[in-house]
């Protein structure tokens, strides 16, 4: 009767054991979806300022944090008549990983956070984000089994028009953050994002622009079904004879800095 008891205790400690493990994983996972979409905002106020630094902290026990550089690549192509391409360039992303034996939604899983109706990579109006920050289930992937919250830049589009002594003049404007790798330390559990650069690029004459994405790292499993974008290229028609700019903000993001 004792031994009896006993394994039932055994296997009930067992069992309460993994239960609050994975209640423990769980909450882990739902916090720091939340810190990557307070960092996914905080890239549009760090993109637009050379040398504007900012450092989040996070706390984690199951999952960790990867810079995955070369995750997409943006090219712009602009119309006059032809197609020309203005500017190509690749960015990389942020992810927080939790392995699927500590906390799994299943293979296949995806939710995009933000933009959370709207899958596009290219994201019209004011107030419009420069990320997307989604989480995804996929198996398998090179790097690991893992459910991962991810943070890719997308591209903002202005359309204005300035008019002055009887002639008006159509802008579209794009803006795309940029993330590089910086001297990761692993040093603390935190993400160090510094403003670097802002390239700016100007067409004139443009009736139409259009973006295409490709997967660097699709080998990996980083492609398109990775990222659900809603399509991996996008064309806008523009007010006749409108003036294109293009702003790249770059930005450098370095793990456990201390």
């Given at each position: ?130 990320s997307h920050v989604f989480c995804v289930e996929k198996l398998p992937m090179n790097d ?105 903000g770059k930005i450098i993001v370095t793990l456990g800095q201390v």
């Open positions: 009767m004792t031994a009896a008891v006993i394994v039932m205790v055994l296997v009930a400690m067992t069992y309460a054991n993994g239960f609050l493990s994975s209640r423990m994983a769980e909450n882990e996972y739902s916090t720091n979806r939340q810190f990557m979409l307070t960092t996914g905002l905080q890239i549009d106020d760090i993109a637009w300022t050379v040398g504007r630094a900012q450092t989040v902290r996070y706390s984690s026990q199951y999952g960790h944090m990867k810079f995955q550089s070369l995750a997409v690549n943006y090219t712009l192509e602009v119309y006059d008549g032809s197609w020309t391409t203005v500017f190509n360039v690749t960015t990389g992303m942020i992810l927080f990983n939790i392995p699927t034996d500590s906390y799994s939604l299943g293979n296949n899983y995806f939710e995009r956070v933000t933009p959370a109706y709207n899958g596009s990579f290219l994201q019209g109006g004011s107030s419009a984000p420069v690991g089994s893992f459910i991962r919250v991810g943070i890719i830049p997308s591209i903002r589009m202005l359309n204005s028009t300035i008019s002055g002594q009887g002639t008006s003049t159509n802008y579209a404007k794009l803006y795309l953050p940029v993330l590089e790798q910086g001297n990761h330390r692993y040093l603390s559990q935190s993400i160090t994002m510094v403003g670097n650069d802002i390239i700016k690029i100007v067409d004139s004459g443009v009736n139409r622009v259009r973006v295409n994405v490709t997967f660097p790292k699709a080998d990996l499993g980083f492609d398109d079904t990775f990222f659900n974008f809603d399509h991996i290229s996008e064309t806008r028609t523009l007010s006749a004879d409108s003036v294109v700019e293009l702003y790249v």
